[in-house]
């Protein structure tokens, strides 16, 4: 079982920055890929954004390119999101999820399903 935590979410007024951080542990596990994802009330949830661990390509959202930035520290087990230009609209709770199995990343990471472990999300406001 893998352990999925985040944290760094919080209030923060529009066109600000913040960054969310994640750390997944457990035994005797190794990252495959790790991603972000939000849910606002009333909406499905979405994906962010999704690093390789091992090889560290990137996906984002077609809404957050150039915004939001995935990144990862893999001696940790740690990936951060920062958030730039934040808008009102990017208020939601922001989930930070693991699979420690290969699969088909490019074409699957911005799937629900296909993600093992979820932590249990961090909420960031944003003030207009």
């Known amino acids: 079982q893998v352990q999925v935590v985040e944290s760094g979410g919080g209030l923060v007024q529009s066109g600000g920055s913040l960054r969310l951080s994640c750390t997944a542990s457990g035994p005797k596990f190794s990252v495959y890929s790790m991603a972000w994802f939000r849910q606002a009330p009333g909406k499905e949830r979405e994906v962010i954004g999704a690093?390789?661990?091992?090889?560290?390509?990137?996906a984002y959202a077609d809404s957050v390119k150039c915004r939001f930035t995935v990144s990862r520290d893999a001696a940790q087990n740690n990936v951060y999101l920062q958030m730039n230009s934040l808008k009102h609209e990017n208020a939601a709770v922001y989930y930070c999820a693991e699979k420690s199995q290969p699969f088909k990343w490019s074409s699957s990471y911005n799937t629900v399903n296909a993600w093992n472990f979820w932590g249990q999300g961090t909420q960031v406001n944003v003030s207009s």
């Open positions: 690093i390789h661990w091992n090889n560290d390509p990137t």
